[in-house]
């Protein structure tokens, strides 16, 4: 199987941002500082007094990979393309995939691969293939802009994941006839959840339905999720 290297694109490093408990936000404009969130603090001011701004002001820019706190702007500075070949880290959740397709299209597990999935399944679900992966790479997106970005971002999007996946335990583990059906099940039952955890999901903008159906993907990688088809394995 070929494979093609995820590419990233940084650009200048953003101003510091600090977000403070539930409702409050500050910019700081300092040339190559870093985002830091610190959840529950006592203080409506920063070490320095400096009054931290509403967080119903932020908002990310999607289009422009850029968080707008009010009058500032914050540019995110990663760019992850999803790139044509699959990448090695993408197999497990693809071969999960793999499975449920050729469960529902009645081939013995196994003759449905990533080095046949182009070609051997019908245009229907291909399309499905597809949109998998741009919701794998929209979620993969909002994991290393957070990594990248704020102080904590592993542990948040870490939150994220936990959060998600209390949500759709339930659907998961559910009786259903095929495999397809119970992605399915998931994937609407994700769509329809609050994810409140974390403190990502007060960027407005940054996760919707498409990143969410990707965080379960990302789940199956991390092999929380551990098969669609035999979840008894």
């Known amino acids: 199987m070929d494979t093609k290297n995820t590419v990233i694109n940084d650009t200048s ?7 403070t408990g539930k409702h409050n936000i500050n910019v700081n404009n300092q040339p190559g500082g870093n985002v830091n969130i610190f959840n ?10 400096i009054p931290y701004t509403p967080i119903n002001h932020v908002r990310f820019d999607s289009e422009n990979n850029i968080i707008y706190l009010g009058n500032e702007q914050v540019k995110i500075p990663i760019e992850l393309i999803q790139p044509n070949l699959l990448t090695p880290e993408e197999l497990p959740y693809v071969n999960a995939l793999c499975d449920i397709y050729a469960e529902k299209l009645g081939v013995a597990l196994g003759e449905i691969n990533p080095d046949t999935i182009s ?3 019908p245009k229907k679900l291909l399309h499905h293939y597809s949109s998998q992966r741009k919701a794998y790479y929209q979620a993969e997106f909002v994991k290393r802009m957070a ?3 704020f102080s904590d971002g592993a542990k948040q999007f870490s939150t994220l994941k936990e959060d998600a996946f209390a949500g759709i335990e339930d659907a998961y ?6 495999g397809y059906d119970r992605l399915k099940a998931v994937l ?3 769509t329809t959840i609050s994810l409140t955890k974390s403190a990502l999901i007060n960027l407005v903008g940054l996760i919707g339905n498409l990143e969410k159906k990707g965080i379960c993907h990302i789940l199956v990688n991390d092999d ?3 098969s669609w088809v035999n979840i008894d394995e």
């Not at 490093?13 to 600090?18: F, G, H, K, L, M």
């Not at 529950?40 to 007094?49: A, I, K």
């Not at 583990?173 to 095929?178: L, V």
Request: glycine share 2%; aromatic share 8%.
């Open 13 to 19: 490093a953003p101003p510091t941002v600090q977000q």
């Open 40 to 49: 529950d603090s006592p203080t409506d001011y920063d070490e320095s007094g």
């Open 119 to 121: 070609t051997a399944l």
């Open 147 to 149: 990594r990248e970005t």
């Open 173 to 178: 583990y559910d009786d259903y006839s095929t």
């Open 188 to 190: 609407e039952r994700i």
């Open 224 to 226: 929380i999720i551990k």
